[in-house]
T-cell receptor
Framework: GAVVSQHPSWVICKSGTSVKIECRSL??????MFWYRQFPKQSLMLMAT?????????EQGVEKDKFLINHASLTLSTLTVTSAHPEDSSFYIC????????????FGPGTRLTVL | SQQGEEDPQALSIQEGENATMNCSYK?????LQWYRQNSGRGLVHLIL?????REKHSGRLRVTLDTSKKSSSLLITASRAADTASYFC??????????FGQGTRLTINP
């Protein structure tokens, strides 16, 4: 199956700092990627759709100035959590659909963010 | 917003028994997908069932879909300890946006 990687796998930062999370499709090109957030024992909540070459589309209630998304190439999308606060601590997961795969999406392994 | 609900929220069974999880959704669909998530990991696609299908098998997995009731079930037969994970159903809204159910946390006891 297709492979999607995320980096870092975990990060601990101080309140007020910014954290960048990378999502890469390793063996296919993805014009679209998705970013999800998952709190403990809860489901995945879609945050935004990352579009290569254009602005990201954010879900209702997600602050675009706080969660900056850049889809720099066909294989890389980044999510930057700006001025992180403890309530931003969560598990962030990206996914990328591969064309012709019946809409199957391939998920990264996730990034655990802890803001102190 | 979440598409629907899954039940049970948590299920604990003995190894070798069958596990059944249910999912309900709210809007019309083209297909419904099931994913597995091991603790603290990403999701793995298990199976996709199209709206014109009523049942689909893949190994020890059996998925049913009832579009009239807007519900689906996932059956895992002859469960193994390695099946311990959270299981989510998901439907697609708009262009490839996956919307997940609440999930079922399955524990297989040896």
């Amino acid at each position: 199956g297709a492979v999607v990687s995320q980096h870092p796998s975990w990060v601990i930062c101080k309140s007020g700092t910014s954290v960048k999370i990378e999502c890469r499709s390793l063996d296919f090109q993805a014009t679209t990627m998705f970013w999800y957030r998952q709190f403990p024992k809860q489901s995945l909540m879609l945050m935004a759709t990352s579009n290569e070459g254009s602005k990201a589309t954010y879900e209702q209630g997600v602050e675009k100035d706080k969660f900056l998304i850049n889809h720099a190439s066909l294989t890389l999308s980044t999510l930057t959590v700006t001025s992180a606060h403890p309530e931003d601590s969560s598990f962030y997961i990206c996914s990328a659909p591969r064309t012709g795969e019946n809409n199957e999406q391939f998920f990264g392994p996730g990034t655990r963010l802890t803001v102190l | 917003s979440q598409q629907g609900e899954e039940d049970p929220q948590a299920l604990s069974i003995q190894e070798g028994e069958n596990a059944t999880m249910n999912c309900s959704y709210k809007t019309s669909i083209n297909n419904l997908q099931w994913y597995r998530q091991n603790s603290g990991r990403g999701l793995v696609h298990l199976i996709l069932i199209r709206s014109n299908e009523r049942e689909k098998h893949s190994g020890r997995l059996r998925v049913t879909l009832d579009t009239s009731k807007k519900s689906s079930s996932l059956l895992i037969t002859a469960s193994r300890a390695a099946d311990t994970a959270s299981y989510f159903c998901a439907t697609i809204q708009g262009a490839q946006k996956l919307v997940f159910g609440q999930g079922t946390r399955l524990t297989i006891n040896p």
